[in-house]
């Protein structure tokens, strides 16, 4: 069945709603909220609109105990390069990193040393502490100023498991901020990075050597020590040769060698110039020092640290040289039983 529906009932049927067009509302009298308001997002407004000051020049550094937490401190590699030649006379606080005291002193030591066992920084730096260097060490390193590696000892044909020495370093950043805050001497000789990991155990004994020497030096009224590595006497040595034999090259290179002994006042035993392991300057004050009446001079002390892998003849040469030479219990004991004809050579031998 068809329905039809007429014309005029279209309005009946219904329609989608156009959207009204909405009409801005009237502004808002100033009442005592809005004004509020807008002068709260205009002093937000402000502050975003100020400079940021950079932690390195702002009054209270942060120190870096803050830094652990993740705050970024930069190791002045930003500096201008005019500035850099210069910055050992600026305040810390200028290169963006603080130290504490034990820091500077731990990365000056190991800096001198070129690498130190973990638990003789312990020890010396911290007091017999291991935690807080522990603590600090991780910082340093995070900041990419030292490394810490974990080296084989020296088995010196013993059998069994492998011992383990944990040791840090100095990397090349590292060496170069603590010449610059530290204020060393200018011939104290800074090492980054780790060399011939073989005598690594051998080259961090020197450092308790040293303690030892240092010790008697001061007790006797030495002060502003340093230190000279046998790897910087080679170098001066080498090149005091290298010079003499340039200007006579006909002079006999033992007599050379000789007169270069003398000069560095090094012994000269078998032909060969003996070189200590350590080489510890001083200085001395005329008060302490009753035989001379100009002021103050200068002294050292040679020191040499001994092994298991020495052979007699290397033994013997060494005693002749007059170094302040030291052993470990161990290797007093081993060195014993290998000159037991020449027991005289162990009467000098000092224990670590």
């Given amino acids: 069945m068809r329905l039809d529906i007429p014309h005029d009932l279209d309005h009946d049927v219904p329609r989608r709603r156009r959207p009204e067009t909405l009409r801005p509302a009237p502004p808002l009298g100033p009442g005592p909220l809005e004004g509020e308001r807008r002068e709260r997002l205009a002093t937000q407004a402000e502050v975003r609109r100020m400079p940021e000051i950079p932690r390195n020049r702002q009054e209270n550094v942060v120190p870096h105990e803050r830094a652990r937490e993740g705050q970024a401190h930069k190791v002045s590699h930003d500096l201008p390069m005019e500035r850099r030649t210069r910055r050992h006379e600026l305040p810390q606080q200028s290169v963006g990193l603080s130290l504490r005291q034990e820091e500077i002193h731990a990365l000056t030591e190991i800096g ?55 040791v840090v370093t100095l990397t090349r950043a590292g060496r170069d901020m603590i010449r610059q805050i530290a204020g060393l001497p200018d011939n104290q000789k800074l090492y980054a990075g780790l060399v011939k990991p ?14 030892k020497e240092a010790e008697c030096i001061e007790r ?43 000069q560095f006042d090094l012994p000269f035993v078998n032909d060969t110039i003996q070189i200590p392991d350590a080489r510890i300057q001083y200085d001395l004050d005329r008060k302490v020092d009753q035989d001379t009446d100009q002021g103050s001079r200068t002294g050292h002390e040679d020191i040499e640290v001994l092994t298991a892998a020495y052979r007699p003849g290397h033994l013997r040469s060494k005693a002749q040289a007059g170094f302040h030479v030291y052993a470990s219990s161990a290797d007093r004991a081993t060195l014993s039983a290998r000159v037991e004809d020449d027991h005289h050579l162990m009467e000098h031998i000092l224990e670590l």
Avoid: C, W
Wanted: aromatic share 6%; proline share 3%; net charge positive.
């Fill in 112 to 166: 001198k040393f070129r690498v130190l066992a973990t638990h003789d920084l312990a020890e010396t730096a911290y007091r017999g502490h291991p935690s807080p260097m522990q603590r600090d060490l991780r910082f340093l390193e995070q900041q990419k100023l030292v490394e810490v590696d974990s080296v084989n000892a020296r088995r010196d044909g013993r059998g069994g498991r492998v011992e383990r020495i944990e």
């Fill in 198 to 211: 073989r005598e690594v155990e051998h080259d961090t004994q020197i450092y308790r050597a040293y303690l």
């Fill in 220 to 262: 006797a009224g030495g002060t502003n020590l340093r230190v000279q590595l046998d790897f910087e006497l080679k170098s001066q040595i080498q090149k005091a040769i290298y010079a003499a034999r340039k200007v006579a090259p006909e002079r006999d290179l033992s007599e050379i060698k000789q007169q270069v002994a003398q």
